[in-house]
């Protein structure tokens, strides 16, 4: 599943019901949540899905915060790793242009660039990468999924403050990955289904 930063999830609702890439009710829930010092504050979310016909196993979304000052902690937001940010979410696809339409109405970008391995639309959290298998190969040395059925998540690229300290805390933790044009990459069998990728902020 993909989620996007949303502000407003019955807007994005109606504008990707318009779009026609969805046609769903928005979805709303709230929790309890426990602060590091035990205080119990609510967390509440409002989901706006979109439908991509040509990518059936997977899903996609808009994510309203409701109290965002309760579920946004500076302490957990710092990893050992040095991740920082998430860089790129990559999908796989046999054509990667055929996704275009449907990804500027769930993103509400109309610019995408084009390149020889796919196309690219950029977010304000990360872009949205859209590659065909053998470029999914070429880029990150592992296996690109099936796409028999449509276009499928395939990998997170997250943006590292130290390279080095990423690739100690790696180790140090026994999870197996390479290096490949100066990135760390992690297998989808090691990264529990998507290829997970380490480069320099």
């Known amino acids: 599943m993909l989620a996007l930063e949303g502000r407003n999830a019955h807007a994005d609702a109606d ?5 026609g890439v969805g046609d769903f009710a ?5 929790r309890e949540a426990r602060r590091p010092d035990g205080s119990v504050v ?4 409002s989901l706006a899905f979109a439908r991509d016909e040509q990518a059936p196993d997977a899903a996609f979304f808009t994510s309203q915060q409701h109290h965002p000052e309760n579920f946004w902690n500076p302490a957990f937001q710092e990893h050992a790793n040095t991740a920082e940010r998430i860089a790129a979410i ?4 046999e054509n990667p242009t055929d996704h275009h ?5 769930f993103v509400g970008e109309r610019e995408l ?7 690219t ?3 304000p959290r990360g872009d949205i990468v859209v590659m065909d298998p053998a470029a999914f190969g070429g880029h990150f040395g592992v296996e690109p999924p099936d796409t028999a059925d449509g276009a499928r998540l395939a990998a997170i690229v997250f943006g590292v403050r130290d390279f080095s300290a990423t690739v100690v805390v790696l180790q140090s933790a026994k999870i197996a990955a390479s290096v490949r044009m ?9 990264g529990r289904g998507a290829a997970l990728i380490f480069a320099p902020s």
């Not at 609510?42 to 979310?45: N, Q, S």
């Not at 339409?101 to 109405?105: D, Q």
């Open 15 to 19: 504008a990707f019901r318009a779009a």
């Open 26 to 30: 928005v979805f709303d829930f709230e």
């Open 42 to 45: 609510k967390v509440a979310f």
């Open 90 to 93: 990559v999908l796989v696809a």
């Open 101 to 105: 339409i449907f990804l500027s109405a």
């Open 113 to 119: 660039m084009a390149t020889s391995s796919g196309i």
């Open 121 to 123: 639309i950029h977010t």
């Open 182 to 190: 100066g990135r760390v990459i992690v297998a989808p069998d090691e």
